[in-house]
């Protein structure tokens, strides 16, 4: 998972390469009947028929999706497949957490009569979870539940 995030991150989404020349864009377009549809307003470059503008990052990007705040970068046609691994596997991660928390809960609540142990004493047989265990995965099921959140909106979007 953090080798997509990564990937998201530092992978250039798909930028239009910017074109310095205006004038000599404004002689192509003339040259080329004229079509307004290619050129944007904002970047003041000739842009291919499938990019749109983002306002985030002041770009053009070929194949343009949205740009996600989650790894602040714009999804184009060069990250879009590693946003969607980066997804599925985070979804795995989450799914994962949540079933490890549930079970940890239902060993500690009673179900083979669990004490809990110290820090030092390992586990008895019957009850596999010690305090640290069960703290963490605490506070890995409140990480979750605050992620969730931003996670459902980037799917959104």
């Known amino acids: 998972m953090a080798i997509f995030f990564y990937f998201l ?86 799914s994962s957490i949540v079933v490890h928390t549930i079970n940890s809960f239902v060993i500690f609540t009673g179900v083979n009569n669990c004490t809990l142990s110290n820090i030092t004493e390992p586990p008895t047989k019957e009850c596999s979870v010690s305090i640290p265990e069960l703290v963490l995965q605490c506070y890995l099921l409140a990480v979750i539940v605050m992620h969730s959140p931003m996670v459902l909106l980037q799917l959104k979007s």
């Open 9 to 94: 991150v530092l992978i250039n989404p798909g930028y239009v390469p910017k074109q310095r020349n205006f004038m000599g864009l404004l002689e192509r377009l003339l040259d080329e009947k004229f079509y307004l549809d290619y050129v944007c307003v904002y970047c003041e470059n000739l842009r291919p028929e499938n990019a749109s503008h983002c306002n985030f990052c002041h770009r053009c990007v070929e194949k343009f999706d949205h740009h996600c705040n989650f790894v602040n970068n714009c999804l184009g046609y060069r990250n879009h497949k590693y946003f969607l691994f980066f997804l599925v596997f985070f979804f795995v991660y989450m």
